[in-house]
């Protein structure tokens, strides 16, 4: 019987170990995501530099590099918003003209954060260590949704 009871509570706080404790929406507790990361997608090699948070905000950079010459850019920025965080970007071509329109922005509402992810809709950032992150974005085309997956490094 107190085998029994010993592997009931095992397992009941390895459960509770394996759920992450959720975060308030603030930008100090994203603060890992900050730095110049590095990694591959769409067949190419990706940079994407993200600062410290200030002024309520976080902003990054990003830019898509396929045979040696730029495919896109991105300014992308994560605010408070009301209790909140909003991330927020806009996708601009090699030649810096704009692909939504001058008010439109590509809007990724925050659904949580725990220690090692912060979870917006259609967009996660996961922390793997203090030198590595995966972000996960959701791209729709014709109708169908699929999640890209980016690993970086920090330099």
Not at 93 to 108: A, P, Q, R
Not at 112 to 125: D, H
Request: glycine letters at 8%; a negative charge.
């Amino acid at each position: 019987m107190k085998k029994l009871i010993l592997i009931l509570l095992l397992i009941s706080f390895s459960c509770k170990a394996q759920t992450e404790t959720k975060l308030e929406p603030k930008l100090e507790n994203i603060a890992w995501i900050s730095g110049t990361w590095h990694g591959e997608a769409f067949g190419g090699k990706t940079e994407e530099i993200w600062s410290e948070p200030s002024a309520g905000s976080m902003m990054a950079t990003f830019k898509l590099i396929n045979d040696g010459k730029v495919t896109f850019y991105e300014i992308e920025i994560i605010r408070e918003v009301e209790n909140s965080l909003i991330l927020q970007l806009k996708h601009f071509g090699s030649d810096l003209k704009g692909w939504e329109t001058k008010d439109e922005t590509v809007d990724f509402p925050l659904k949580e954060i725990t220690p090692t992810k912060v979870v917006f809709e259609g967009m996660t950032f996961e922390k793997v260590g203090d030198k590595e992150m995966n972000i996960y974005v959701d791209i729709e085309e014709n109708g169908t949704v699929e999640t890209v997956k980016f690993n970086y490094t920090k330099q």
